[in-house]
């Protein structure tokens, strides 16, 4: 009889578990003044991908062309945090940051989106009738006081002579900029010319 001993090669394949690219840190909502710095947080564990942030969707890629922003933080601890200064009107977006497959078939990630809003301080007040009016007794009169360029729109308040608030007959009006982001305001105050408004002087602010 032959006997055949048949042997069973067992191979055993290691399989490594791919190390997931996750978040510690992502970047959220912020309020920052125009010429202020800001910093958006963005941290990585097991980075593999490409990492890049996005501006309203557009990839900024490695921020060729982009002199007020940079990438601070220790890259070696994953921390990929975007860095604007000065920060300008332009800056007024949605931000992500994001990393790419990585090249062992680690899935991309994507962060939150946060919201990036610029204030904009606005121009000093004026009234467009100038410093001196002339009228006359009993006239229906309207004092016109202009803000513009504020993000948001100016606040506009009107005190006379002797530091009075004014609140009655006052009409408060915004319009939207051409550049869609800020505002100009106006604060019309209406009255009746008295004898006793001779000489009085209307300070709007």
């Not at 069973?8 to 290691?14: F, I």
């Not at 003044?33 to 097991?46: A, D, K, Q, W, Y």
């Not at 921390?79 to 300008?88: G, K």
């Not at 410093?131 to 360029?149: G, N, Q």
Request: one cysteine or more; charged letters at 25%.
């Amino acid at each position: 009889m032959v006997l055949r001993w048949m042997v069973a090669l067992l191979l055993w394949a290691r399989v490594e578990a791919l190390q997931e690219q996750k978040f510690a840190m992502e970047p959220q909502d912020q309020t920052a003044v125009v010429g202020s710095r800001v910093t958006l947080p963005c941290r990585v564990i097991n980075k593999s991908g490409l990492l890049q942030w996005t501006k309203d969707g557009f990839g900024l890629g490695n921020l060729t062309g982009y002199d007020r922003y940079s990438i601070v933080g220790s890259t070696e601890e994953g921390d990929y945090s975007l860095e604007i200064y000065p920060v300008v009107l332009d800056d007024d977006a949605i931000y992500s940051c994001q990393a790419s497959a990585g090249p062992d078939g680690e899935l991309p990630i994507r962060s939150r989106v946060a919201n990036l809003s610029v204030l904009v301080p606005p121009e000093p007040p004026s009234i467009i009738q100038g410093s001196h009016l002339l009228t006359t007794e009993d006239r229906e009169i309207e004092l016109e006081c202009i803000s513009i360029a504020g993000k948001p729109p100016a606040e506009i308040t009107w005190v006379d002579g002797v530091g009075n608030l004014l609140r009655d007959d006052i009409e408060y009006l915004t319009e939207l900029q051409p550049d869609q982001k800020t505002y100009t305001a106006r604060s019309i105050l209406k009255l009746t010319a008295r004898k006793e408004h001779h000489n009085t002087t209307f300070t709007c602010q």
